[in-house]
């Protein structure tokens, strides 16, 4: 059975209350335990919850990651960005990186 290792990065690790911010995420795929002959098509849905968005300048809340195709041993780097406007409070946002 294939096992796919996700791992992820961000920067800055906090988003500052009552301003405009940015996070830059960075999405590691991995793909182990597959035979040399098989390849699979990898793809990642990112959803946020408001008042966070997966775009600068609306209220975006889920996207699609297209990773492409994986092979044994192969790793894929992804980015996206998170944003926030100015009417962010403080309080705990998730987001969900389900596969």
């Known amino acids: 059975m294939p096992t ?3 791992n992820v ?4 690790q906090e988003l500052i ?5 940015e996070l830059d995420f960075k999405l590691k795929f991995i793909l182990s335990d597959v ?10 849905l990112v959803e946020v919850e408001p008042p966070i968005s997966l775009a600068p300048d609306r209220s ?3 996207g699609k990651i297209n990773v492409g195709i994986l092979s044994n041993g192969v ?4 980015r996206f960005k998170i944003f926030s ?6 309080d705990t946002f998730q987001i969900k990186l389900p596969l």
């Open 60 to 62: 975006l809340k889920l």
């Open 75 to 78: 790793v894929k780097e992804k």
């Open 35 to 44: 035979d040399s002959s098989s390849n699979y098509w990898v793809e990642a």
């Open 17 to 21: 209350a009552f301003r405009r911010n």
């Open 4 to 6: 796919l290792e996700l």
């Open 85 to 90: 406007n100015n009417d962010i409070y403080p």
């Open 9 to 12: 990065e961000s920067n800055p």
